[in-house]
Structures are given as structure tokens and as C-alpha cells.
């Protein structure tokens, strides 16, 4: 099931004013170009910015995300793109260029069995030698200790609603895997809150997850704007 931040329609009309700035999406832009990418599959897509963006610019584009109330929102910015409130597993007969996972998307598949069986899902919407390129934060720089009310706490002044607090803060940390809490308090004095858990995968597991369900490790960067904390992996379908 998504998270609340994203199904929920109230806090999901939120995550657009509380993170405007979207440049670390240019990065994957680009490397869609490298890779000559006509036609991509955006999973998790949430409320439509990277998929709008490359419909902008020509590529034919299909938005998939389980989250209801954050696709509506994708569907307010391109008619262009064909978007589906769906998973990786429960695709339609595809055939693209390239599949992105932008953002935590592909830490929210916490378990093997759900992250290996979306990579095979992804796989078969690709081409034979399209290719897959998605982000997970590096393990070791422990991004989660900076996830409390001191380092992430902001109020932004929403159209339409007014001021609204926001934060994080841990819940536990586990092995790899680590829980939080996001706040939100509205000026109204209603207070909504949405828990997650995402899964830090060393790289070695990533890689390894990827040859299991047929791909091959083409190159796994640095994010350019994020230097040190994330991969950046690229991999084609093996066929």
C-alpha cells in the first residue's frame, strides 16, 4: 500500500508546495538522452513532475504509481501521458526504451520478494536492450541521522491553505532498514502525519538483485547533484 503522504489527497496536494525545487530530476533527463530513450516508463511517478517534463519534451511517456490521489494530480499536468494507478507487477503489454525510478522510489520495496518481482515486471515492459535507471542512497553516509525536527523542520506558505509546518523524525533503524514520521500542521490547527520505511540496499545487494532478474550493470554514477550520498545505477535488459 503507499504511504499516506502519497495516497491521501489532502497531504498529496502538499508534496508539490513543500518541494518545488525539482533540478535533481535534469540529471535523469539527460541521461535518457544519452541512452537515445524515445519512450519511457516512469515508476512510482507520483504526482507527475519527471513525467510531465519529458512529454514536454517530445518522449512518449506512461506514469505508473499505486498512489490514487497523487496520479490525479499527475493527470492536472500533461494530457500528454498515459498514466495508470498500478504497480510494476500489474503492467500492460509494454515495449519502451528505458524505465526510470526517480527519488526513494526504489527504497520503498522493502522486501526481496517485492523488489525482485517489480525489476522482472520492469523488465518486461522493456525492449529487448532497453534499459533501467533508477537512484538509492548510499548506506553508508546514514542519511537518517539528520532525520529529526532540528534538521528538516520548514513551514511554507501553501496557496490555497496558508502556512503549513512540516518535519521529520526517525522511528528505528534497523539493519537496512529505517522508519520515519513526516508531520504536517496546517493553519487550521489540523495536524496529518504519514509513516514510511524505505530499505538502504548496499550496493553490492543492487547489483546482485539486478543480474537475478535479467539485467546487466551498465554503469552506476554518482548523483551530480547529490555527490556521495546516492547511486545512480544504469542497467540494460540482458536478452
Request: glycine share 6%.
Amino acid at each position: 500500500m503507499p504511504d499516506r503522504a502519497f495516497d491521501d489527497p489532502r497531504l498529496a496536494a502538499l508534496y508539490d508546495p513543500l518541494d518545488p525545487d525539482r533540478s535533481d530530476l535534469e540529471p535523469y533527463a539527460a541521461i535518457l538522452t544519452e541512452l537515445g530513450a524515445r519512450s519511457v516508463l516512469d515508476v512510482g511517478c507520483g504526482t507527475g513532475t519527471f513525467a510531465a517534463l519529458l512529454a514536454d519534451r517530445g518522449l512518449e511517456v506512461i506514469g505508473v504509481d499505486p498512489a490514487e490521489a497523487s496520479v490525479e494530480i499527475a493527470r492536472t499536468k500533461s494530457d500528454a501521458v498515459t498514466w495508470l494507478v498500478t504497480d510494476a507487477t500489474r503492467l500492460p503489454p509494454l515495449d519502451v526504451d528505458a524505465a526510470t525510478m526517480t527519488a526513494n522510489v526504489a527504497q520503498v520495496f522493502v522486501t526481496d520478494e517485492d523488489w525482485l518481482a517489480t525489476l522482472r515486471g520492469i523488465r518486461e515492459a522493456l525492449r529487448a536492450g532497453g534499459h533501467l535507471v533508477f537512484e538509492s542512497r548510499v548506506p553508508e553516509r546514514r542519511a537518517w541521522l539528520e532525520w529529526d525536527r532540528a534538521h528538516t523542520w520548514d513551514r511554507t506558505e501553501v496557496p490555497g491553505v496558508g502556512g503549513v509546518e512540516s518535519w521529520r523524525e526517525l522511528i528505528g533503524a534497523r539493519d537496512d532498514l529505517v522508519s520515519f514520521r513526516s508531520t504536517f500542521v496546517l493553519e487550521d490547527t489540523v495536524v496529518l502525519t504519514s509513516d514510511s520505511t524505505l530499505r538502504f540496499r548496499s550496493r553490492e545487494q543492487i547489483e546482485s538483485s539486478l543480474a537475478d532478474t535479467g539485467f546487466t550493470v551498465i554503469e552506476v554514477r554518482d548523483a551530480p547533484d547529490r555527490p556521495g550520498r546516492e547511486y545512480v545505477f544504469v542497467a540494460r535488459r540482458a536478452d
